[in-house]
């Protein structure tokens, strides 16, 4: 019988997925079939991945991918599949909701997206299909593994959603799941909310709960034992660990790890570097950013800095002044036309033309860099047919039903832009987006044909562009020869170039250090085997 374990939460952010992923690499490595689950999920940020069934495990509905062998799931479970060293599929986070601003989401089930749908009409209409395809794509997941470690949403506590609770009530039911409940310790109240959490929680599932873990604590553990002691005494959940703040570097589930929207952040700049060797990439913090993992790559190289700059002016102002940007990356949005109507508003326009470094606009950020968008009513809310882009680029997107899931690799050639000169070979990546975009004169392809390029502006629909060595390193390297600065840069600490995601080197990887952070500091033997063993 498979066993089911639900990491479950006392609110967002408690660090679920860090601790789901490091439990499937932990199992991996111990040659058990382990596969993640979450029954459902709630991310712009998202990934393409295989089906399982082709055709049979279509949902209903009318079409809205162009390949059926294609499906897209949430970021964090791409993630831990490939900590538990499996393929990834649409199973594996079976419902998605995307939100795109308004109090609506975008509907996926098992991959497919369906209609954009206001959270009343998906509990009213939709929630029972979403079940269904939940407890199917967990049943194949369990018929092909000895574990499941499936991932709760939000907080397991929330007494106005038990009746309707897919990620944690119903997924710990139609399991036999046991459940790890965490809870974070930096916000404060940790034992309040953990023990209230307890309380809270159907008596059904109050049973299952097997243990809990405090998460993201600084200083001496020792300190929090009366509290520990208190607690278990209270509730009879025993705590199994206390684990350190600490970050093993796993690609972020949502905006919620970003910089907050009304305000400049930076991030990557605490790498060593001192300010007069190392470059500045803006990035506009999108209202409706997604897929913002692109950026990832950039802000982990020592002597860059990523720099979210605010959407939110009035136009009477330029955006960019002091920041000092040597460079800027439109990234991803999930409503490309409101997203670009507030650029407009912020006066983006006008700052973008009078920049003159290097510009690169990815899926959505390609998008707004054109002369225009038509169709654009499809896709923005009370918006014109027509809306003007960026004007970057000689090109112009048209808005159709259907949408692009693609795991692809295209061809590099470095002589098209001065942004990647000396870049070859190919790149891998993904492109999920609605819309076609097309040349209106004579373009650049550096990256195949979903790209496009002149003089100092690229634009491509590959996600995951940066995550390509050769091609990281030749952006940075024009960026910096436009900047003046000398590239690479010398750290003045220890701190050395990043490296890929997946390094193969033994207990180099996100996932090894996740799988490290929790056998180090969990009392894996209280959740019996095999996480015991």
């Known amino acids: 019988m498979t066993r089911t374990l639900l990491v479950a939460g006392t609110a967002s952010h408690v660090g679920k997925s860090t601790v789901a992923a490091g439990l499937c690499r932990l199992l991996a490595d111990r040659g058990v079939d382990v596969a993640p689950y ?40 791409f993630v831990q599949a490939r900590a538990a060293r499996m393929t990834p599929t649409t199973d594996c986070n079976p419902v998605l909701l995307k939100p795109r601003g308004d109090g609506e989401s975008q509907l996926v089930l098992q991959g497919e997206a369906h209609d954009h749908v206001p959270a009343g009409t998906y509990y009213d209409e939709y929630w029972e299909r979403a079940r269904e395809a939940a407890e199917q ?180 102002a330029d955006p960019l002044e002091g920041i000092d940007a040597d460079a800027v990356v439109i990234p991803g949005t999930k409503n490309t036309v409101d997203d670009l109507l507030a650029l407009h508003e912020a006066g983006f326009a006008d700052a973008l033309a009078a920049f003159d470094g290097p510009v690169v606009g990815v899926c959505g950020g390609y998008q707004m860099l054109g002369e225009r968008i038509t169709n654009a009513a499809l896709e923005g809310t009370g918006t014109d047919d027509v809306v003007d882009g960026l004007g970057l680029l000689p090109v112009e997107t048209r808005f159709e039903g259907d949408k692009r899931l693609e795991q692809t690799s295209v061809p590099v050639d470095g ?73 690479p840069p010398q750290a003045e600490t220890d701190a050395s170039p990043s490296t890929d995601s997946d390094a193969t080197e033994a207990g180099s990887t996100p996932y090894d250090r996740a799988a490290r952070l929790v056998s180090e500091h969990v009392d894996l033997a209280a959740l019996g085997d095999p996480f015991g063993e």
């Open 38 to 77: 979450k029954g459902q999920n709630m991310s712009n940020n998202a990934r393409v991945v295989v089906r399982p069934d082709g055709d049979d495990q279509r949902t209903g509905g009318p079409a809205a991918t162009t390949d059926d062998r294609w499906g897209e799931i949430g970021v964090s479970q």
């Open 415 to 487: 002589s098209a832009s001065p942004l990647l000169s000396g870049a070859d070979g190919s790149a891998s990546g993904y492109e999920i987006h609605a819309g076609r975009t097309q040349a209106l004169e004579d373009v650049r392809r550096p990256l195949g044909d979903s790209s496009a390029a002149t003089g100092q502006v690229l634009g491509t629909y590959l996600h995951g562009l940066f995550d390509n060595e050769s091609v990281r390193m030749a952006f940075l390297e024009s960026v910096a020869a436009t900047a003046g600065v000398d590239w």
């Open 137 to 316: 794509s967990y049943c194949r997941l369990a018929a092909d593994n000895d574990v499941i470690v499936a991932e709760g949403a939000g907080s397991i506590g929330e007494i106005n959603l038990h009746d309707r609770d897919l990620a944690n009530v119903e997924t710990a039911e139609f399991a036999d799941a046991d459940i790890l409940l965490l809870v974070d310790i930096e916000r404060g109240g940790a034992f309040a909310s953990l023990y209230g959490t307890i309380e809270l929680v159907p008596d059904a599932l109050r049973e299952r709960i097997v243990g809990a873990v405090i998460t993201k604590f600084r200083g001496d553990p020792s300190l929090l034992e009366p509290g520990i002691e208190e607690i278990e005494s209270r509730t009879g959940v025993p705590i199994l660990g206390v684990l350190p703040y600490d970050d093993p570097g796993l690609p972020e589930e949502d905006s919620v790890g970003l910089p907050g929207s009304e305000e400049r952040g930076v991030v990557g700049a605490d790498d060593g570097v001192s300010a007069d060797r190392r470059v500045r990439i803006a990035v506009p913090r999108l209202p409706r950013i997604s897929n913002a993992t692109d950026l990832e790559a950039l802000a982990d190289e020592p002597g860059v800095s990523v720099v979210y700059v605010p959407v939110d002016g009035d136009g009477t």
